[in-house]
């Protein structure tokens, strides 16, 4: 290196006109100029940086008064320093067994600041699928692990000749791709209490079929997280209650003549044992309970389905429920019922003109939970919303006039694909060890029209590869939405549980989850 470097001498009883000699480990000596004395315990001395030989290292420094008197300090000088770390020895990463990549970068510094590179003295990072590279940076894909693994080994530090060596380690966790795929639960079909206006169609009254998503998580290897598969919505019954039997679908609105039907439940995973919307990791919404109606053909007195599945991919908003008879007085669509849950607040509660008014109210959905149905006078008791991440509205009641409104479905959840919530905390994974990777709401436009299966039916999973169980059926299958009553009097059909489908794994078959109505541990494994 070019220039000039000046020393500090500290000492005692340093006389005017002492001179300072540098004395290689071979001899050679070498004389600074100039040299200061500063004070009696201080002298100053500079010298060209070329005048030393890295190979003649270290020097010594002698000082030597005038009365001849002097003194040397050995190995003093050294003209090329090994470099010094920076990183802490120890740990300096934990990572993922499925993570590719730049995982950390090491740092060393030195005085002269020539450049440093940097090395694996061994082979330990290599036999584990990483490398320290050139510029410290520890990359690679990692090899797949059991357990928790500590990959030990030395890294160096070389400037020029001279090396530093340190030992260090990286933690190796097991994580493996985990594909779930969820449903939520149908909801009810309506009843009727009495046996006038009867006729031969009974598909106009039926629950909306619960929403299936899909998601996939790299998740840690023994991590536990909670599933919860929801119950099908009650069905409309031939008495003075509501249907209500799941938790957190909305509850059917009544008549003097016909019952509304339960919403759906949710289904879901969580990263806690409780059920909340910031434990929630994955979630369904469940489908709108049906609305009560009489029985008269397919006259053009509206529709009373309760709303089924995913209305958005984007958001994972649940459909609205039918309109029902009497002309509609809310501001989310003239041919709708109860809304369907929305990416940030419950379903509207749908409201017609007129309704009853009457106790209980139709109201709207909200965190979890759907809307109560309108409670009616002579006919059409109101749909209950699904319960979701935001539950869908209940329906309105149709006064005394036909048929009510059907509920809204509840909305859908998927931890990390969406990342403009209103509540920060649900945009992203704070859970430890879970990573999002992918999601889908699988959707099915609103339908407003007079056949068969409304919004009963379900997005067929099992054509979809996660297992058997879908069927068009006017039998309780899984997910779909329940008929309305095919007797006067009679009940409705109960909506179908949902499912919770999960794989470890990129291939193989899902394991089918059924038991519907309590919050279970899964371990991943």
Same mark, same amino acid.
């Given at each position: 290196a070019g220039g000039n470097i000046t020393f500090t001498i500290n000492g005692e009883r340093f006389n005017v006109g002492a001179t300072v000699k540098l004395i290689s480990n071979t001899g050679v000596e070498l004389t600074p100029s100039p040299v200061t004395r500063v004070s009696a315990t201080q002298i100053t001395a500079?010298?060209?940086?070329?005048?030393?030989?890295n190979a003649q290292e270290p020097y010594d420094v002698k000082v030597t008064n005038t009365s001849g008197l002097s003194s040397i300090l050995a190995d003093q000088i050294n003209v090329d320093n090994a470099p010094t770390w920076n990183t802490s020895a120890g740990n300096v990463a934990t990572i993922s067994d499925q993570v590719g990549g730049n995982h950390v970068t090491l740092s060393a510094s030195d005085a002269e600041g020539d450049t440093i590179t940097y090395?694996?003295?061994?082979?330990?990072?290599s036999g584990a699928g990483l490398v320290l590279g050139s510029s410290g940076v520890i990359s690679g894909n990692p090899n797949d692990v059991s357990s928790s693994t500590t990959v030990s080994f030395t890294g160096r530090a070389t400037a020029n000749s001279k090396t530093s060596d340190r030992n260090f380690n990286i933690i190796v966790d097991p994580y493996r791709p985990v594909y779930f795929g969820i449903l939520g639960a149908g909801g009810g079909g309506g009843g009727r209490r009495g046996s006038n206006y009867t006729g031969s169609t009974n598909d106009r009254g039926g629950g909306g079929g619960g929403c299936f998503v899909e998601a996939v998580y790299e998740i840690k290897l023994g991590t536990v997280v909670y599933y919860y598969v929801g119950s099908g919505g009650y069905a409309g019954q031939n008495s003075g209650t509501g249907a209500s039997t799941n938790t957190y679908g909305g509850n059917g609105g009544v008549s003097s003549?016909?019952?509304?039907?339960?919403?759906? !439940?949710?289904?879901?995973?969580?990263?806690?044992?409780?059920?909340?919307?910031?434990? $929630?990791?994955?979630? $369904?919404?469940g489908g709108g309970g049906g609305a009560g109606r009489p029985?008269?053909?397919? !006259?053009?007195? %509206?529709?009373?389905?309760?709303?089924?599945?995913?209305?958005s991919a984007t958001t994972g908003e649940g459909n609205d429920g039918g309109r029902?008879?009497?002309?509609?007085?809310?501001?989310? %669509?003239?041919?709708?019922?109860?809304q369907g849950g929305q990416q940030n607040n419950g379903g509207a509660r749908g409201q017609a003109s007129p309704d009853s008014g009457n106790s209980p109210v139709q109201t709207d959905g909200s965190a979890l939970n759907g809307g109560q149905g309108g409670t009616a006078n002579g006919w059409g008791g109101g749909g209950g919303g699904g319960g979701g991440f935001f539950g869908g509205g209940g329906g309105a009641d149709?006064?005394?006039?036909?048929?009510?409104?059907?509920?809204? &479905?509840?909305?859908?959840?998927? @931890?990390?694909?969406?990342?403009?919530?209103?509540?920060?905390?649900? #945009?992203?994974?704070? &859970?430890?060890?879970?990573? *999002?990777?992918?999601?889908?709401? @699988?959707?099915?436009?609103w339908f407003g029209g007079n056949s068969g299966w409304g919004m009963r039916t379900t997005y067929d999973f099992t054509t979809a590869g996660f297992g058997s169980g879908w069927a068009q059926s006017n039998t309780?299958?899984?997910?779909?939405? %329940?008929?309305?009553?095919?007797? *006067?009097?009679?009940?409705?059909?109960?909506?179908? #549980? %949902?499912?919770?489908?999960?794989?470890?794994? &990129?291939?193989?078959?899902?394991?089918?989850?059924t038991s519907a109505g309590s919050l279970t541990a899964l371990t991943i494994s």
């Open positions: 500079v010298i060209a940086k070329n005048s030393f030989v090395s694996e003295n061994g082979s330990n990072l003549n016909d019952t509304g039907a339960e919403g759906g !439940d949710f289904s879901g995973i969580f990263t806690q044992n409780s059920i909340t919307q910031t434990s $929630a990791l994955i979630m $369904a919404g029985h008269a053909g397919n !006259d053009g007195r %509206g529709l009373q389905y309760g709303g089924g599945q995913c209305e029902g008879h009497n002309s509609t007085a809310h501001s989310h %669509g003239s041919d709708r019922g109860g149709d006064d005394n006039s036909w048929g009510g409104q059907g509920g809204g &479905a509840g909305s859908s959840f998927i @931890r990390g694909k969406i990342t403009n919530y209103s509540t920060s905390a649900f #945009n992203s994974v704070s &859970a430890t060890g879970i990573t *999002y990777v992918s999601g889908t709401f @699988r959707t099915a436009a309780v299958t899984p997910g779909h939405g %329940g008929r309305e009553n095919s007797s *006067y009097p009679g009940a409705g059909t109960n909506g179908g #549980n %949902g499912l919770v489908f999960y794989r470890v794994g &990129a291939s193989g078959s899902y394991t089918k989850l």
